[in-house]
Nanobody
Framework: QVQLVESGGGLVQAGASLRLSCAVS????????VGWFRQATGKEREFVGG????????RYVESAKGRFTVSRDNAKDMVYLQMNSLKPEDTAVYYC????????????????????WGQGTQVTVSL
């Protein structure tokens, strides 16, 4: 049974940092790219950042560049999203997702590119 479990969310003030973790089990982790998405109340789910199978390729939404960093530990089947300089507009439920990539080393930015999803963790940034 495949499971993705996010943790690390919470309530912080603007300018603070959080590190989200995603624990993955039930699949061959090194074959999967992993993305982080978020969904704010009343808005569509949006891609935040992602990392390829090898960890050598990362991609980010424009608003996250320079503030967020995605990393992975293939020995521990873990993915992380380090978020710095948080803003109120970062408030959302954050999800990690895993997608099987049969060839190449890249990461999709579309939800359709991912096969498995976690339940999400709430991040709230206050002024």
């Amino acid at each position: 049974q495949v499971q993705l479990v996010e943790s690390g969310g919470g309530l912080v003030q603007a300018g603070a940092s959080l590190r989200l973790s995603c624990a993955v089990s039930g699949l061959t982790f090194s074959r999967y790219e992993v993305g982080w998405f978020r969904q704010a109340t009343g808005k569509e789910r949006e891609f935040v950042g992602g990392i390829s199978r090898s960890g050598f390729v990362t991609r980010y939404v424009e608003s996250a560049k320079g503030r967020f960093t995605v990393s992975r530990d293939n020995a521990k089947d873990m993915v992380y999203l380090q978020m710095n300089s948080l803003k109120p507009e970062d408030t959302a439920v954050y999800y990690c997702a895993a997608g099987l990539r049969l060839s190449g080393d890249d990461v999709s930015r579309r939800p359709e590119g991912f096969d498995y999803w976690g339940q999400g963790t709430q991040v709230t940034v206050s002024l």
